[in-house]
């Protein structure tokens, strides 16, 4: 499966933006993912996870085999990201999202959110910057 | 033989004697403020900030899961060696954050070091320092009551203290420190001994900050007493503390073998694994 993945990256034209966002993990260490890089990935929702203490995004993305593959993009806490207007319904299952992540360090399909852009131009996160 | 004019000088003369013992009786009980007269300290806050515990020594530029990031107690060789050791696991992501499994409170002082909000509830018989992540509960008596001679090592130990104006002065003992490898201050791998105590103050230096001074003094680990201050910035009127269930949907518990934190699959599959 891991093979895949990186297949998938490759074939995908996945943007990797070599940019430093902190992440917003407040639970534990945050190591495992590479705070370094930035991937981009558009699927579509599978469920948004708005618990403690993280928040996490799964979104189905087809591979380059036309496998469907779940990644987990992992959040902040509902507590902060409620106080800032995230709500469960941000992100609704079946919704077409680009999201971009810092991707694990070895290539399994999670990473730290950063950002998504939904069809509609709709933004979330830190996709400006 | 005492006449009547020296038995009643008598009784006023013993009744005089007696006022410093009900005085003090009642200095006792006063020793707890009238709530009007204690500061207001309501709201939310958050920590300004970083979760690196001392940043007035921080070497290295970013967060506690940065490489090379650290801070200087003054250790002693020994738990400086320590210390070292930790960074070199944490640069391996193999020094947990013993929260990270949800079961213990974080203790003090890093009960000062923690991120989403708090709130400082200022009774007249106690002081409560409530922190939404955990959460946790920090409680400092104020009653008069003094530190308990046979009091048991805990997380966030027992803190007693008074009111100097609008200062809340007071000290902290029987503290685990990293006796259990349970407590620590910060991801970089700070710890203290179950020989620390601290002498703290709190006060708000201006409308929307509260600081808070730590000297800790742990004669097992430190050379000489350590001056940590935190502060913390109040957030708009109106804003809500939540619920922190860390056990709601943990997906990045600490493998108990090699320390190193895991990051689930939503079925539960660790993913660092390869």
Known sequence: ?129 | MPTKAGAILIGLTSALLLVPGLSFGQREQTTVPAYDKLPDWSGAWSMVGGTVFDRATQTGEGGAISLGVRSHPPYNAEWEALYKTHLDKRDKNLFPDTISNCGVPAGFPRHFNLPDLYEFVVRPEQVWVLTENGPNIMRIYTDGRKHLEDQWETYTGDSVGHWEGDTLLFTTVALKGYRDRDVILDRTGLVLSDKSHATTRIRKVNPTTIEVQMTIEDPKALTKPWVVTKQFRKQPAGTRIYDYGCAENNRNPVDVKTGETLVLSPDGTPLNKD
């Open chain 1, 1 to 129: 499966m891991r093979t895949s993945y990186k297949v998938l990256l490759g074939s995908l034209a996945v943007a990797e933006l070599f940019v430093s966002i902190p992440p917003a993990i407040a639970h534990h260490s945050g190591a495992g993912f590479n705070n370094d890089k930035v991937m981009e990935l558009t699927g579509t929702i599978k469920e948004f996870q708005f618990t403690n203490p993280h928040s996490w995004i799964q979104v189905i993305v087809e591979d380059a085999n036309a496998q469907k593959v779940e990644w987990s993009l992992e959040w902040g806490s509902p507590n902060s990201l409620g106080r800032q207007g995230i709500r469960p319904s941000t992100f609704p299952p079946g919704a077409k999202v680009t999201v971009r992540l810092h991707p694990m360090l070895n290539g399994a399909p999670a990473g730290g959110f950063v950002g998504a852009k939904f069809a509609d131009g709709k933004t979330v996160g830190q996709w400006e910057k």
